[in-house]
């Protein structure tokens, strides 16, 4: 009864873990630029119900999460008319530089983004303050006019856009951004590509790609993981009605 105990206690832990990431989700259904992910799930290690027998009947110890996969569908594209909103239509991500400096490299699909002034020179920047990278990853600076405004009629040919030959091995950050890893290798330029080959993105000035969450496909996992984290429950209370009825045996 031990193994039944087990495999109800794996799987409402499991279970668990995937409602926390369905609820991340919903919760970032507004956010600009989110991409959803996904948990996948794999079986616990399997053992021989009879060591003697000559028939290799096994039984399951339950199941666990594997991993959380990245959804890189395109969000929606939504006008805002601001001229420092960008959004993008393919792949591609922004690279964006913290205080941190090299160590805070990161890449965004958000392209909202803003100006910093620093001793007179202005940087184009998100919204919480990090630089944004141009092709050659240096800050972005702004000219201003002697009018007092900045011009910014060339911006969008000014801005990064870097891609990745897995985007789906990328690690998630704070913020809607992403890390690069040794899976989803390092990041390159679509402009590298070869002649042959399309441009895979397309930039929209004064415009943003909304989060890519549907809020009817959560709506199903919600209820599909909540029968799922019912059933593993039942599975522990069966096995300890089970064992109660053992020990009452006279």
Known sequence: MNIAFYSGVSGLTAYQRDMDQIAHNISNVNTVGYKPSRSSFSDLLYSRMAVNSDQDFLVGHG??????????????????????????????????????????????????????MEDGDAYLVTTDGAYVLDGEGERIQLTKGADGTFDLDALAQQ???????????????????FIPTQTSGAARRPEDRDEDEEQPYRLISG???????????????????????QFSARIVQTADQIEEIINNLR
């Open 63 to 116: 199941v666990r999460v594997q991993d959380s996969d990245l959804v890189f569908r395109q969000g929606p594209v939504l006008s805002t008319g601001s001229p420092l909103d960008f959004g993008l239509i393919g792949s591609g991500f922004f690279a964006v530089r913290t205080a941190a400096g090299e160590g805070g490299l990161q890449y965004t699909r958000n392209g909202a983004f803003d100006i910093s």
């Open 207 to 229: 415009a943003l790609e909304q989060s890519a969450v549907e809020l009817s496909d959560e709506m199903v996992m919600v209820i599909s993981t909540q029968k799922a984290f």
């Open 159 to 177: 801005i990064g856009i870097y891609q990745f030959a897995n985007p789906f091995g990328l690690q998630p950050a704070s913020g809607g951004r």
